[in-house]
C-alpha cells in the first residue's frame, strides 16, 4: 500500500510551512481547524507527490504534556538521526533544496554516501531530521537475506 500521509507536532506552523513549503519544496495543500472549548487542533497537510504528504499537527489543550517537545529522537533520548523521515529525491533535487536552505543559512546535518543511496540530512524547525535520498543504484530486495539478518547477531558478525 502507498503512504497516505506521516504525522508531527510542531509548535510553530508558521516555519514549519516555510521549511517545507519554501526550501523543501511542498506545496501546503490542506489545512483543518477543529475547535472544542478552549481546545483546538490545526492539522496541515504539505504534497510531497504521487497522492502522498507529510502533515502536522498545531494544537493547544488536548492533552498534551507540560514542556512537551516536537523532536522525535532527542526528546526520547535517542540520538537526533534515529527517527526521520526520507524523501525520494534526485540528484537536481538534492542540489536544489541544498541551495534554498544555503541561502536561508541553512546547512545539511550530515551528507552520506550509504554505497546504495546518497543521502543529504537536515533539521527541521520541528528537530526531526528530514533526508533527501537518491538511490545510487539503489538496493535490490531480497527478502530471504533481510530475513536471514534479522536474527544475526551484528557483533559476532563483524557487521
Not at 510551512?17 to 519554501?22: L, P, R
Not at 523543501?24 to 481546545?39: I, K, R
Not at 533526508?131 to 544475526?152: M, S, W, Y
Request: charged letters at 20%.
Amino acid at each position: 500500500m502507498p503512504l497516505h500521509h506521516v504525522a508531527y507536532a510542531t509548535r510553530d506552523v508558521r516555519a514549519t510551512t516555510h521549511f517545507y513549503e519554501d526550501l523543501m519544496g511542498f506545496p501546503l495543500v490542506h489545512t483543518e481547524l477543529q475547535a472544542h472549548g478552549d481546545s483546538w487542533i490545526r492539522h496541515v497537510f504539505y504534497d510531497i507527490g504521487d497522492g502522498e504528504s507529510i502533515a502536522f499537527f498545531q494544537f493547544e489543550n488536548v492533552g498534551e504534556a507540560e514542556g512537551w517537545t516536537t523532536d522525535v529522537s532527542d526528546g526520547v533520548g535517542l540520538p537526533f538521526w534515529v527517527n526521520h523521515c526520507a524523501f525520494r529525491a534526485d540528484e537536481a533535487t538534492q542540489e536544489a533544496v541544498k541551495a534554498r536552505m544555503a541561502a536561508e543559512g541553512i546547512e545539511p546535518v550530515m551528507e552520506q554516501s550509504h554505497g546504495w543511496c546518497h543521502s543529504v540530512y537536515f533539521l527541521d524547525p520541528n528537530g526531526i531530521m528530514v533526508e533527501l535520498c537518491r538511490d545510487t543504484p539503489g538496493f535490490e530486495p531480497d527478502p530471504a537475506e533481510a530475513t536471514r539478518l534479522l536474527t544475526v547477531d551484528p557483533v559476532e558478525a563483524g557487521a
